[in-house]
């Protein structure tokens, strides 16, 4: 049950085939006992239980919500839940208990899904790794399929069983880790660079950020407000588009949100043919750094669409180069403000020091933030400076908007929808990402992502296949601002084809439990979780951070 | 605005800017949609948003976008029809946030104009017109209230936000006519029309004095001490404080839109149209006082006093509506008598034991001669006590009718030329005075109830036979 999708479970809770609390408490099982990945900062194991006890009521009464009801979800720690802790992974909100739910948290559980817990993520979401929390790095469920272990045996270096555990990618990593390990069929994440779509791709997962605009930000602690989203992390695309039916649509509370109706609900067609699709692929997006690997996947992608009959057609986004420097520039002259709130005053972590006001303020930035936070604040205020204003700040934002125009060229020129690698390469092993520091990490791994976000535009990571090492690898799709059905459409029909393509390839009698045609059951997921019950065993006694 | 040089000091101009912060008048706060009222509890009216807490967001209020463009439209603003909010950082514990939201970069509404008057002349009766430049007008966040405490050296802050005052920052500079302007030093938080005169007036003279012997004036920020009556110096910072403004990214730019820019079919609640704004704007004190001056032939300077006090128009018009007597009669009693009574007795308009009615009535029985004008001062003071007594009965219970009878009349001037043999003599030798004393023994004779000009009349005619 646990390796289902979230619309398979669904339609099992309605048919009585499993009841919310036996879900509910087999996913709460299984969260204690991948407790090792470090995926959850809190688990709300009451709440969820009395969640799960109030659906099977409406269940019994034939009254259910919709398919989220009774369904286990679990939440980014930086979105805003009322009366479970919220700590954005850093010391400055530990034991900070909101009042208010995010808009989004409070549409989940309005449709009845169940809150398992708050996910891991780097401290205030600065990150490609998931490893710069306070709370320790998440660990990648990967790091225990058989196929990787097999391959890592084979290395003379690896000194003990555990030692090159792989990284999830970030910065929603504990999100991903969540639905990865089965123990809950969605999570939240944000999106402010890639930071659903790059663990998504790492973990094997569809990592969706929608168009900026269509899912409500407000109680989601932002990063950057002008490119943040809720981002959904889900086992299939269908399930995606389930949890995007819920969450998509204007809140006054948010007024960065459209008014325009919206298509709903998300239900998406099954496409037949893409003859009338046409792909873009953009030329800068091959770059030299991009793995063998990733770079082969791309392109029997691309051999895919054409072979089916779409369009396939380079175009090019030219000023690519410079989003890098643009990003850092806007990212962190908003991070600088956005933190100016934190001074220990009405909320969360507060020095010892109360000779002055300002010497309180200054122990309790410290304190309370790491030097990732702290370095970005830095920077960010450097950029607003009088003097630098024009020269830092505008000129980002100039271009930022060129770079927004090279995407609306590209789909202006007959572009449906783009095909990009998602990240450079498959997981790295944890030791191997801590070599270079969390701003060179972040620069390299946001690189075929963070542009979207200076758009605003809607895209998707799709696991495409394993590599060579057993790893997940993720492939991107982009869409146009508020086409996100069109896009998730597109994306279910290569979802489909890749799995018809692994299916011929044989595998199916070998991995498959039931003869099922959903990704989730693909070779390594059962695997993988076979796997870490199995270790669990040899990981008890181990102390894990 | 450039003020005259004052006296004796010919060589210097000062020039002043202000910096007002009203609060507008709303039944929830700019941004949040917490409750806006005066002494409630402290941190009793603060939403999610006014603690800033993290992952809330600012919504912005309609009725103080509607309230903004009135006063632009008030102020003979130009009235932006895109405008920007921008932060303002800085950290101080009454800015939850760290920063404030305010419209730097492209505020609401620019280049207006406000034109006053200025007492002047004798007296001050005389009222000079004058304009004063309003740059622009902005929506802003305002930030807590700071209680500080010094015996327990710790401040107390309330997030409720409801001042309900008026506060000032003063610009001020100084130069000589003809060259550049000086560097101006900021006076802040000035809560009352009073101290800022004082103030600006002080900062003036500092500012010529220290220029005169030798010194520079640094640009800097200044408190006013209100029992020294001086300015000091507030910051001892290095140069001045860097705000870091940055656009506001989660308040998409405000569009306005007026008659012909409003795309058809859009939805009323989304939108604000500022022609229709317009239309529902009372009519403004330049116009009523330009009204005043065409249709009662006043003079300028009484319009403005009629404007100045509160409810004195109203009392005005519905006096005029009451009563026959001439506009320059109703004018005369109100600003001198009406008026002065009330300054007397530091009472409002709506304080008056006089109503409009009974002004009315009063005057109606001046212009119908029925009393001289003597007597409406006494009937007028009578009305003052609050007795409950009408005009006309006041007249009658006091006999202040004006003697009618003419023949009666003559009789009495006859026997006082008699019984006054003296000023009947300086008369006959030219002396123009003596009448006067004549008329008054008369009057006097009958209890002021005769006309002064018809005794005039009877007397000079009695005198040339």
Known sequence: MLGRTLQEVSAALKQGQITPTELCQKCLSLIKKTKFLNAYITVSEEVALKQAEESEKRYKNGQSLGDLDGIPVAVKDNFSTSGIETTCASNMLKGYIPPYNATVVQKLLDQGALLMGKTNLDEFAMGSGSTDGIFGPVKNPWSYSKQYREKRKQNPHSKNEDSDWLITGGSSGGSAAAVSAFTCYAALGSDTGGSTRNPAAHCGLVGFKPSYGLVSRHGLIPLVNSMDVPGILTRCVDDAAIVLGALAGPDPKDSTTVHDPINKPFMLPSLADVSKLCIGIPKEYLIPELSSEVRSLWSKAADLFESEGAKVLEVSLPHTSYSIVCYHVLCTSEVASNMARFDGLQYGHRCDINVSTEAMYAATRREGFNDVVRGRILSGNFFLLKENYENYFVKAQKVRRLIANDFVNAFNSGVDVLLTPTTLSEAVPYLEFIKEDNRTRSAQDDIFTQAVNMAGLPAVSIPVALSNQGLPIGLQFIGRAFCDQQLLTVAKWFEKQVMHVLCKKGEKEKHYKRKKKSLVTSPSDITLRNNIEELHGQNTKKEIK | ?465
């Open chain 2, 1 to 465: 605005m450039t003020q005259k040089p004052r006296k004796g000091e010919h060589k210097w101009a000062a020039v002043v800017g202000l910096e007002i912060h009203a609060q507008i008048s709303s039944n929830s706060k700019l941004f949040s949609g917490s409750q806006v009222r005066f002494s409630a509890p402290p941190n009793s009216l603060v939403s999610f948003f006014d603690a800033s807490l993290p992952g809330t967001l600012p919504v912005l209020n309609r009725r103080c976008v509607e309230a903004a463009v009135m006063t632009g439209l008030a102020l003979n603003c130009h009235i932006n029809k895109k405008s920007l909010f921008d932060r303002k950082h800085y950290f101080y514990a009454d800015l939850p946030a760290g920063y404030q939201i305010t419209q730097q970069r492209l505020p609401i509404a620019v280049n207006g104009s406000l034109t006053y008057g200025v007492c002047a002349g004798k007296k001050q009766s005389q009222v000079i017109p004058k304009t004063v430049r309003i740059k622009q007008i902005q929506l802003e966040q305002d930030s807590g209230k700071s209680l500080h405490d010094d015996l327990r050296s710790q401040t107390l802050i309330d997030l409720n936000r409801a001042e309900g005052q008026l506060r000032v920052d003063a610009n001020i500079s100084v130069h000589h006519p003809g060259e550049p302007l000086g560097v101006r030093t900021e006076v802040k938080n000035l809560n009352s029309i009073r101290f800022l005169a004082k103030a600006i007036d002080y900062e003036i003279q500092r500012q010529i004095n220290e220029l005169e012997n030798g010194g520079e004036i640094l640009n800097e920020t200044r408190s006013f001490h209100y029992q020294l009556g001086c300015t000091m110096s507030m910051r001892d910072k290095e140069g001045k404080q860097d705000y870091r403004f940055m656009p506001e990214p989660n308040l998409p730019p405000l569009v306005l839109y007026d008659a012909t820019s409003l795309p058809a079919g859009a939805d009323p609640q989304q939108v604000i149209n500022i022609d229709q704004i317009r239309e529902t704007l009372p009519e403004l004190p330049s116009v009523t006082r330009e009204r005043l001056v065409q249709q009662y032939g006043m003079l300028l300077e009484h319009s403005f006093t009629l404007l100045n006090e509160v409810g004195l128009l109203e009392f005005f018009q519905n006096v005029i509506k009451e009563t026959r007597a001439e506009p320059k009669k109703v004018t005369s009693w109100v600003l001198n008598t009406f008026l002065g009574y009330l300054k007397q007795q530091n009472l409002a308009v709506s304080e008056s034991p006089v109503t409009p009615s009974a002004l009315a009535e009063l005057l109606d029985l001046l212009d119908s001669r029925t009393i001289s004008s003597a007597a409406a001062k006494q009937v007028f003071e009578e009305l003052w006590k609050r007795e409950g007594k009408t005009p006309g009965q006041i007249v009658s219970e006091k006999q202040l009718e004006l003697m009618e009878d003419r023949g009666a009349l003559e009789q009495l001037c006859h026997s006082m030329m008699e019984a006054h043999p003296q000023v009947v003599m300086d008369l006959k030798k030219g002396n123009p005075r003596a009448i006067n004393k004549l008329i008054g023994l008369v009057r006097k004779a009958t209890q002021s109830r005769a006309d002064p000009a018809m005794i005039k009349e009877i007397l000079e005619k009695k005198l040339s036979s």
